[in-house]
């Protein structure tokens, strides 16, 4: 497998994994629920998010990490709440902020991981060992990724609208109500809600055709 690039400050990231086996991540809506309500709670520190989608056996976000000075600010206010708290000796400054973020999605998924387990009376991994990332160094290519994984559910044939489905960020960036997501921005970059619309629309009824790894 090729090496996975280290999270730096302020890159944007594909990050994706899937259920071990046949398993799901995810039976109920509860499950979903909770799954979110966990990242927000480990992530938002430490990550922008761009869009998710949450599919019942594998899960998407492109997100972009804090800056340096953030990322370093939240391991210091963790060290305030867990003075026995270990980190690794002789990192870079560079390898401790990828391990600052890496270790914060590692948390949050072995939590949920754990309370999934105890709910349904299960043991064992529930995740891939290595949850995948991938740089996104083109603005054409950030476009389609939040793209693509805002309606995976519909690409994956689960459903075939997508307001049938509420677990992506499609519907978040499009409403008014408050969110963690970076509406404002992404709206931006699609040049407005209209051509964001449009955008997804078009992907979805197959006039686009952009092709990534599960």
């Given at each position: 497998m090729q090496k996975q690039a280290i999270y730096q400050?302020?890159?944007?990231?594909?990050?994706?994994?899937?259920?071990?086996?046949?398993?799901?991540?995810?039976?109920?809506a509860g499950n979903y629920d909770y799954f979110i309500k966990k990242y927000v709670e480990k992530l938002n520190e430490v990550v922008d998010t761009l869009a998710y989608?949450?599919?019942?056996?594998?899960?998407?976000?492109?997100?972009r990490t804090k800056n340096e000075d953030q990322l370093l600010s939240f391991l210091e206010r963790k060290k305030e709440k867990k003075p026995g708290l270990k980190i690794p000796n002789g990192l870079s400054k560079e390898e401790l902020t990828?391990?600052?973020?890496?270790?914060?999605?590692?948390?949050?998924?072995?939590?949920?991981?754990?309370?999934?387990?105890?709910?349904?009376?299960?043991?064992?991994?529930?995740?891939?060992q290595n949850t995948r990332r991938k740089i996104v160094m083109e603005a054409d290519y950030l476009i389609n990724v939040i793209r693509y994984?805002?309606?995976?559910?519909?690409?994956?044939?689960y459903v075939e609208n997508i307001d049938e489905w509420p677990y992506t960020s499609y519907h978040q960036l499009l409403d008014d109500n408050p969110t963690w997501l970076?509406?404002?921005?992404?709206?931006?970059?699609?040049?407005?809600?209209?051509?964001?619309?449009?955008?997804?629309?078009?992907r979805?009824?197959?006039?686009?055709?952009?092709?990534?790894?599960k």
């Open positions: 400050p302020e890159g944007i990231y594909h990050v994706f994994n899937h259920a071990v086996g046949w398993d799901n991540l995810f039976i109920t989608c949450l599919l019942p056996n594998h899960f998407h976000f492109v997100i990828h391990y600052i973020v890496h270790r914060q999605f590692h948390n949050f998924l072995g939590g949920y991981a754990k309370a999934f387990n105890k709910q349904f009376f299960r043991k064992g991994s529930l995740v891939r994984t805002n309606i995976n559910i519909v690409l994956h044939q970076c509406r404002k921005e992404i709206l931006q970059w699609f040049g407005g809600r209209e051509n964001f619309i449009r955008a997804h629309l078009d979805i009824n197959g006039e686009l055709d952009f092709n990534f790894e």
